[in-house]
């Protein structure tokens, strides 16, 4: 089954940046639109970017659009999410997944259950 590992999150101040990798192991990412989510203690997991197999579409949840750039490596089978003017209010705990759009907003694709541990992301003076 398709397993996905998150990487590159830590503690920035206000303003930092960060870039996050998703990786995949014995599966080739190119054949799936990979989303990025995030969950915050005591919120619902938003999804906050989207992009297509090939890398021609994306897609950004309006709290971060500007702020953060979605791109894929199909060399290295990662996926990026660059993150720059980090806020407060990016702290979460970041996952991607194979993803689809409902309406323009960022879903989870139904049948996939193995998400993994996520990678955290502190923004914090």
């Known amino acids: 089954q398709l397993q996905l590992v998150e990487s590159g999150g830590g503690l920035v101040q206000p303003g930092g940046s960060l870039r996050l990798s998703c990786a995949a192991s014995?599966?080739?990412?190119?054949?799936?639109?990979i989303g990025w989510f995030r969950q915050a203690p005591g919120k619902e997991c938003e999804g906050v970017s989207y992009?297509?197999?090939?890398?021609?579409?994306?897609n950004y949840a309006d709290s971060v659009k500007g702020r953060f750039t979605i791109s894929r490596d199909s060399a290295k089978n990662t996926v990026y999410l660059q993150m720059n003017s980090l806020k407060p209010e990016d702290t979460a705990v970041y996952y991607c997944?194979?993803?689809?759009?409902?309406?323009?907003?960022?879903?989870?694709?139904?049948?996939?259950?193995?998400w993994g541990q996520g990678t955290q992301v502190t923004v914090s003076s």
């Open positions: 997944a194979p993803a689809q759009l409902d309406h323009q907003i960022v879903v989870p694709t139904p049948w996939f259950g193995s």
């Open positions: 014995r599966f080739t990412l190119v054949s799936y639109d």
């Open positions: 992009i297509s197999r090939r890398g021609g579409s994306t």
